[in-house]
T-cell receptor, first 115, second 115 residues
Framework: GDSVTQMEGPVTLSEEAFLTINCTYTATGYPSLFWYVQYPGEGLQLLLKATKADDKGSNKGFEATYRKETTSFHLEKGSVQVSDSAVYFCALIGNSGGSNYKLTFGKGTLLTVNP | DTGVSQDPRHKITKRGQNVTFRCDPISEHNRLYWYRQTLGQGPEFLTYFQNEAQLEKSRLLSDRFSAERPKGSFSTLEIQRTEQGDSAMYLC?????????????FGPGTRLTVT
């Protein structure tokens, strides 16, 4: 079945540092890929997405590129802020077997940014 | 539009009791999903409705779990004879009918603690 593996946390950075959170996936066909974020005390929010190979999703300074050859969707940000402290989830929706609607999530990576 | 709402936000119950959670999706959304998230893990898919029809149930959903969406609007998730292993955050999400890249909007979740 489909699966997502993301780097284990927690990740602790200083403000303005560069962020990378690795994510790789296993799925048949051509899944859609997502990054969701969960800020403290809030619900899951979509951060960015990419629906086909080589697409780049971007939002709020975060970027991720859909790499089919390496089955990866790594999240990056050039300069993190304290307000980026949250849990980040990589996820996919597969498109095989008719289940093209359910999200499969990674375990999440806790990011803490210190001033 | 107030987003996806869930009620209650927290529920503490004793083992063996029945509990029911409610989810109100975004009003124009046809699709509704339930996920479960345990500590340190990403959300896991439980079940999915398109309008009032329940189209898929995960193997995670034992016979003690039942979900309904009687008029294609709000949904309820009932757990009978709760067990300590049912302690988790129960998340509801909704989306419009479209492609697999469509965003699922999540509610704040109901945190269940079984003592």
């Amino acid at each position: 079945g489909d699966s997502v593996t993301q780097m284990e946390g927690p990740v602790t950075l200083s403000e303005e540092a560069f962020l990378t959170i690795n994510c790789t996936y296993t799925a048949t066909g051509y899944p859609s890929l997502f990054w969701y974020v969960q800020y403290p005390g809030e619900g899951l929010q979509l951060l960015l997405k990419a629906t086909k190979a080589d697409d780049k999703g971007s939002n709020k300074g975060f970027e991720a590129t859909y790499r089919k050859e390496t089955t990866s969707f790594h999240l990056e940000k050039g300069s993190v802020q304290v307000s980026d402290s949250a849990v980040y989830f990589c996820a996919l929706i597969g498109n095989s077997g008719g289940s093209n609607y359910k999200l499969t999530f990674g375990k999440g990576t806790l990011l803490t940014v210190n001033p | 539009d107030t987003g996806v709402s869930q009620d209650p936000r927290h529920k503490i119950t004793k083992r063996g009791q029945n509990v029911t959670f409610r989810c109100d999706p975004i009003s124009e959304h046809n699709r509704l999903y339930w996920y479960r998230q345990t500590l340190g893990q990403g959300p896991e898919f439980l079940t999915y409705f398109q309008n009032e029809a329940q189209l898929e149930k995960s193997r995670l959903l034992s016979d003690r779990f039942s979900a309904e969406r009687p008029k294609g609007s709000f949904s309820t998730l009932e757990i009978q004879r709760t067990e300590q292993g049912d302690s988790a955050m129960y998340l509801c999400a909704s989306s419009s009918i479209g492609g697999p890249g469509d965003e699922q909007y999540f509610g704040p979740g109901t945190r269940l603690t079984v003592t």
